[in-house]
């Protein structure tokens, strides 16, 4: 027997109806034991962010409002599900702790990275507790185990450090001949080197569930969400898209590059490095096809695509040659700080074309500042992707494909180190007509057997 990790998001235990989903699914993949990684309980990410906000501006009265609301929607799980009497003792810590946060931001008139994190903890904890209540588990604080490094909000995994903490879980959850532990933790969370609690931003609790992967030598790591899997295409603009039943770690890391919402990039390290497979599924209906990533690449047609990913809200940022590569390369950096995501830096003789899409509002008011300035900034663009080990077989299939675009207006070519994607600029008006018809040529069509 090998041992699995499993990991729930909010939508995944964001009820009572959801978490006892949750707890079936448990029983069928870890009869023998084995660790479930859960999120927050929906939408609890995003009150403990209101009450932050409202305490940080000193509005402790709004600030409780928030909590108190946090706290009622938990014990009205928890009751739903017979099970407060079990939680109430480990919560009432929490939520004390949480009341101790905010009136601490509330004094100071700010509330810090450090403090949010700290706040948004006991949000993971909550939901971790009744978890392993629900799934007949035990609560095993991940602390324990993910070291990272003190940038708080966006902290970065320490993998030596892990893999040194992670011994004692590894001993432990082995499977062997017997039924072992079934352990239930926190995603999202880590810890710094001076003790302090940190989170690891967007993406989190995937990435938390295969780091600990890596750590522990599993050879699956299972996502549950509210998806089929990986799909071909974006079923709100293509009603053809189908499950992909298996990927390569490549494809898989060029779509979420590109815009697939289900896979986050972080998330997908841990499994090039270890080895083990990676499977999405769809907690509402756990019988429906999954989607395996696995780290040897399935045979493709030459030239066939896997999927076509987009992703909208794009700005260009055009610099004329006689800036040379400096100013765009500052500002390049100066709007990733803010947190922008950069898709594409492209130099030519005639100027310096840069991609990027504003991902906060610090990063939106950087690239106001920029227009401003009287750089030249066009928003309104998309960044679509066509995704296939097929491309790696048969390179000249991306040019081929690209025929089909016909005289669409694209902005830009983006090229990188992956041989398994194509990506080009185009504006957002034309993703409605352009997917589908992308989806029908590339995917559909050649991909369907002779």
């Not at 409780?64 to 928890?78: K, N």
């Not at 004390?96 to 994190?117: K, N, S, V, W």
């Not at 299972?222 to 998806?227: A, E």
């Not at 499950?243 to 972080?266: N, Y």
Request: aromatic share 4%; glycine share 10%; proline share 6%.
């Amino acid at each position: 027997m090998s041992l699995k990790v499993l990991k729930f998001g909010g939508s995944s235990v964001g009820s009572a109806e959801a978490l006892r989903r949750a707890a079936s699914i448990v029983k069928e993949e870890l009869p023998g034991g084995g660790l479930v990684v859960v999120s927050a309980l929906k939408g609890t990410t995003d009150r403990i962010l209101g009450a932050c906000t409202a305490a940080g501006r000193g509005d402790l009265a709004a600030a409780q409002v928030l909590l108190a609301a946090l706290r009622d929607h938990h014990r009205e799980v928890a009751a739903e599900l017979n099970l407060l009497a079990a939680v109430e003792r480990p919560w009432a810590q929490l939520f004390e702790r949480l009341d101790q946060l905010l009136t601490g931001m509330a004094m100071l008139g700010e509330a810090t990275p450090r403090a949010r994190d700290s706040a948004l903890a006991v949000g993971e904890t909550l939901s971790a507790n009744l978890a392993a209540f629900c799934f007949g588990g035990t609560f095993r604080d991940v602390r324990e185990v993910l070291q990272t490094d003190a940038r708080h909000g966006k902290a970065r995994p320490l993998l030596d450090a892990i893999r040194a903490a992670a011994a004692p879980w590894r001993e432990a959850l082995t499977p062997g001949p017997l039924t072992g532990p079934l352990w239930v933790t926190q995603g999202f969370l880590g810890v710094s080197p001076e003790g302090l609690t940190t989170t690891l931003g967007r993406g989190g609790s995937d990435t938390s569930a295969t780091l600990l992967g890596e750590a522990l030598g599993a050879a699956e790591v299972q996502i549950w969400t509210d998806v089929d899997g990986v799909l071909t295409a974006d079923p709100s603009l293509v009603r053809e898209a189908q499950p992909i039943p298996q990927m390569s770690l490549g494809e898989a890391e060029a779509l979420s590059t590109f815009g697939a919402k289900v896979l986050h990039a972080d998330s997908l390290a841990p499994g090039g490095r270890a080895g083990f497979r990676l499977v999405v599924a769809n907690t509402l209906r756990p019988g429906a096809s999954r989607t395996e990533i696995l780290p040897l690449a399935p045979e493709r047609p030459a030239g066939a695509v896997t999927s076509v990913a987009y992703k909208e809200g794009i700005s260009l940022l055009r610099f004329p040659a006689s800036a040379g590569l400096e100013p765009p390369l500052e500002a390049a950096r100066s709007l990733e700080e803010a947190g922008a995501l950069r898709f594409g830096l492209i130099a030519s003789p005639a100027g310096t074309l840069l991609a990027v899409r504003p991902e906060t509002p610090a990063a939106t008011a950087a690239l106001a500042t920029l227009a401003a300035s009287g750089l030249a900034c066009e928003p309104g663009w998309a960044v679509v992707a066509l995704v296939g080990e097929g491309l790696r077989a048969d390179p000249v299939a991306a040019l081929r494909h690209l025929a089909a675009l016909g005289h669409e207006p694209i902005g830009g070519l983006l090229t990188g180190s992956s041989t398994v994607s194509i990506a080009f600029l185009v504006p957002e008006s034309r993703l409605g007509d352009l997917i589908p018809r992308l989806h029908d040529r590339c995917v559909l069509r050649v991909s369907a057997p002779a």
